[in-house]
């Protein structure tokens, strides 16, 4: 029965019509082929995977699209190496259709590079900031301790990088301790739980964990997308603040993360980091056989000489005539005893004879006699004080009296006695002249018994 949809008939039983997927793919492969051709485009590219054969698989993306590509024989193509995961870049290639799986991709043959991709701008843009802040300076890496007991791993619980840093402290050192802390290694939002385990690592007390010797953050390798949570600000500040070593261990080893700029040491691969912190049993057991014969060398050469040197005197003189060999040396104790004791004697009266001054020097400088000389030396002063003053009062005395008689021999009370006489002015003011006073002013003439009023008349 015939279908009969949007005007068009088709016949059920018309197999003859139908094309295989194979024909389809090919009509499209040729379609792309010839419409579209030798292109030039421009992306980011993410995901990119080298090959042992020589060729390279990546994605080149926008902000609207992605599209597979690969460069057969890359190290014959020109421009294969500014091929990075998030390097923008400008590609020269033809459009076709892979058959086995029917996707469209693009056949590189040339690529030059345009310029940063986004990530990868982001990327070195922070680690600028961080590098001006002093975040990367040599002077805060805290080294490693020589031989850890407990390690803290950052990392995810289903990941292979755990399995292989398990393998390998296993294997190193079977008497370490691994403490996981589970997060998510990828995906939006996993900075914040990597963050939040180093933080909480580095104060165990406070959230009930156990103390570590040193912390491992990482995981395996992918795109530069897959590692981006371990380019966050908030990852590398966790980092930098972690009270505890850090080793940061992302990635394969052409892999950099900002974390490995900001951690104490930076590890290329996770089995890497293992290796680095702890050391190797084989080589620890070889070191202890090595010392723990060196020690035991000089035990047995001492053990053998001591040997030979009793085989010696048993078949010397020792075997013979024990007294005579030891007489000597006992002689010699016996000097050392006396020279002993007498030195123990002149010991003893030089610190009885110190003891003594001591004690003598100790009276000497006792309180109350030292206060008794000073009381005796102010009782001098106090005298002598007393004697000079005495003297010095007699001497003014002599001197205010010899100005007595001076002044009474050349002062006025002389001149009166002599008939000599002084007149004043009522204000006091000495007479010299007779021009000095007026008519009616009134004066006082000091004379040898008294003062005599008078008055100016006029002539």
């Known amino acids: 029965m015939p279908v009969r949809e949007r005007g068009r008939n088709y016949d059920a039983g018309g197999e003859d019509r139908a094309m295989t997927v194979g024909q389809l793919v090919r009509r499209m492969k040729n379609v792309l082929e010839i419409e ?39 190290r ?111 995906g939006k939002g996993a900075e914040a739980g990597i963050a939040r385990a180093i933080r909480q690592l580095g104060e165990p007390e406070k959230h009930g964990l156990p103390r570590c010797d040193v912390l491992v953050i990482g995981r395996g390798g992918g795109s530069l997308e897959d590692l981006w949570n371990f380019n966050e600000e908030v990852v590398a500040r966790a980092v930098a603040a972690c009270p505890i070593p850090v080793v940061s261990a992302v990635g394969h080893e052409i892999d950099f993360a900002i974390s490995d700029f900001v951690a104490d040491v930076r590890a290329p691969t996770p089995s890497a980091a293992a290796e680095l912190i702890v050391p190797d049993r084989a080589e620890l057991q070889q070191r202890l056989a090595g010392i723990a014969e060196a ?76 206060v008794a000389q000073r009381h005796a030396g102010l009782q001098q002063y106090r005298a002598r004080f007393a004697e000079t003053a005495e003297h010095r009062l007699q001497q003014l005395e002599s001197r205010v009296e010899r100005s007595r008689k001076l002044l009474k021999a050349l002062g006025p009370e002389s001149a009166f006695e002599r008939g000599f006489s002084i007149t004043l002015t009522a204000q006091g003011r000495l007479v010299t002249d007779p021009g000095e006073v007026q008519p009616g002013e009134r004066l ?13 008349i006029k002539e």
């Open 444 to 456: 006082a003439t000091r004379v040898k018994g008294g003062t005599i009023a008078s008055e100016v």
């Open 295 to 370: 020690l035991k060398r000089p035990v047995r050469e001492s053990f053998r000489h001591g040997l030979q040197v009793l085989r010696y005197a048993r078949r010397g003189m020792l075997a013979r005539d024990a007294e005579r060999v030891l007489r000597d040396p006992m002689r010699r104790v016996d000097e050392l005893r006396a020279g002993l004791r007498q030195v123990v004697r002149e010991r003893y009266r030089a610190a009885v004879t110190s003891v003594k001054e001591g004690r003598a020097a100790w009276r000497a400088h006792h309180p109350a006699v030292i």
């Open 76 to 186: 014959r193509r020109p421009g294969y190496e500014d091929l990075a995961d998030g390097a923008k870049v400008r590609i020269f290639g033809e459009v076709t259709i892979y058959e086995a799986r029917g996707n469209a991709q693009l056949v590189v043959k040339r690529v030059e590079a345009a310029g940063l991709g986004e990530l990868q701008a982001r990327f070195e843009a922070l680690k600028r900031k961080l590098q001006a802040e002093g975040l990367f300076d040599e002077s805060l890496k805290q080294p490693l301790p020589w031989f850890p007991m407990t390690i803290g791993i950052v990392t995810s619980p289903t990941g292979a990088a755990l399995q292989d840093m398990v393998n390998v402290l296993s294997r190193r050192a079977p008497w370490i301790t691994a403490a996981l802390y589970p997060v998510q290694v990828q």
């Open 36 to 74: 579209v051709g030798d292109v030039w485009v421009e992306g980011e590219v993410s995901n990119l995977k080298k090959q042992a054969s020589g060729h390279y698989y990546f994605t080149l993306k926008d902000e609207r699209a992605q599209l597979q590509c690969a460069m057969f024989g890359a």
